[in-house]
C-alpha cells in the first residue's frame, strides 16, 4: 500500500446519485487486482475534515492506459465532495489495500451476484475472468433503474447476465436473490463471488448453506483507519463447529467465505 494521488481523467455521473470516477494511476495499474480497494481522502488539500478517508472498490483497470475507475454512489459528505471533482483535479488516495480475490477457484464457471452497489467490484472480477477463458454470468438486483448506464459497461465486456429491478422499471420484476434462487440448478457448477446488502448476502448464505459451490462475499463494512489499527471493521467469523473468530475486513478481507460469515 502506498499514499498515492492521480490525475482525476473523467468523473461522469452515471445518474443522480452514481458516478464513474477514472483516475491516472500507473502504480495502481500494475499493483492492483480484483476485489482490492483504494482508500480516498475526501476534503481539499490541507483541509482534515471529513478526517477519516473513504473506501472504494476498484471497478475497472485499463492497464494500457495506466487509468483505472472507482464507481461510486454518493451518501454523504466524502462522496457529495467527490462528485464535485472535476477532469484535471487531484485525488489523494492510498491502495491498493485489501487481499487480491482468487480467481482459480474449482470451477471454469462464475456466477457474479451483485445487489446495488454491490456490483462495483464484481465488474473487474467479470473482466478478470473473462480473460482467464472463464465462463462468466453476472446477476444484478437494484431497486431502480438508476444503474442503468452500468449495463453498457457490461455489454462492452461481453458479459452474460440477467438484471433484476425491485420496481420493474429495468429488468425483470423481482429480488436477485430470488432470482438465483429459481436458477440454482443452472448454476449448479459454479464459483460464486457476492456483494451487495446484508440482506441478500443473508438470504444468499440460506440458499448455499448446504450446497457444495465455492462462495465468496467481499464484505463492505464501515472502515475507520483502512489498515488495520482500529478494530473499526471487524467482522465475526465461524470457526469450526462452534468456534468463531474475528477478522478485520480492511487487512484480512475484503473477501470471506460467505458460510462462515456470522450476521448477527
Ligand atoms: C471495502 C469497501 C469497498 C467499498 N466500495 C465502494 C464502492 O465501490 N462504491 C461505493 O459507492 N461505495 C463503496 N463503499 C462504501 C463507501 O465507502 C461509503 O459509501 C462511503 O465511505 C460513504 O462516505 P460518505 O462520507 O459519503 O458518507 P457518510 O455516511 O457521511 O460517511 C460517514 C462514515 O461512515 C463510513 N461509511 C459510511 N457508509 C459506509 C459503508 N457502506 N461502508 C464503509 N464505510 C462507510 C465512512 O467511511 C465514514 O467514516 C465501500 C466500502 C468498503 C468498506
Ligand atoms: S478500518 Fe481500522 S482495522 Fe479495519
Not at 456466477?111 to 473482466?127: E, F, M, S
Not at 472463464?134 to 452474460?160: H, M, T
Not at 444468499?204 to 483502512?226: F, H, P, S, W
Request: hydrophobic share 40%.
Amino acid at each position: 500500500m502506498e499514499l498515492l494521488s492521480g490525475e482525476i481523467l473523467s468523473n461522469e455521473k452515471y445518474s443522480d446519485n452514481l458516478y464513474r470516477m477514472e483516475i491516472f494511476s500507473p502504480y495502481i495499474c500494475k499493483n492492483a487486482t480484483a476485489g482490492q480497494f483504494i482508500n480516498v481522502k475526501c476534503s481539499p488539500e490541507s483541509v482534515l475534515d471529513p478526517l477519516l478517508r473513504r473506501p472504494f472498490g476498484i471497478f475497472d483497470i485499463e492497464e494500457k492506459f495506466n487509468v483505472f475507475s472507482i464507481l461510486y454512489r454518493v451518501k454523504g459528505r466524502g462522496t457529495k465532495f467527490l462528485s464535485e471533482l472535476k477532469r484535471g483535479d487531484i485525488l489523494d488516495f492510498a491502495g491498493p489495500m485489501g487481499n487480491e480475490i482468487d480467481l482459480n477457484g474449482n470451477e471454469n464457471n462464475i456466477l457474479l451476484i451483485g445487489g446495488g452497489i454491490g456490483i462495483a467490484p464484481l465488474y473487474l472480477i467479470a473482466k478478470l475472468a473473462g480473460g482467464m477463458k472463464k465462463n462468466v454470468f453476472f446477476a444484478a438486483g437494484f431497486k431502480d433503474n438508476s444503474y442503468l448506464r452500468w449495463e453498457k459497461d457490461l455489454i462492452e465486456l461481453k458479459i452474460n447476465h440477467a438484471v433484476l429491478t425491485e420496481d420493474g422499471s429495468w429488468g425483470e420484476k423481482g429480488l436477485v436473490s430470488d432470482y438465483v434462487w429459481n436458477n440454482i440448478r443452472s448454476f449448479k457448477n459454479f464459483d460464486i463471488y457476492c456483494c451487495g446488502p446484508r440482506d441478500m448476502l443473508k438470504t444468499l448464505q440460506n440458499i448455499y448453506k448446504d450446497r457444495n459451490n465455492k462462495v465468496t462475499a467481499l464484505l463492505d463494512e464501515r472502515m475507520a483507519c483502512g489498515v488495520g489499527v482500529c478494530s473499526g471493521c471487524v467482522v465475526k467469523l465461524r470457526k469450526g463447529k462452534r468456534g468463531f473468530s474475528y477478522k478485520k475486513v480492511c487487512k484480512d478481507g475484503p473477501a470471506f467465505n460467505l458460510g462462515e460469515v456470522i450476521f448477527d
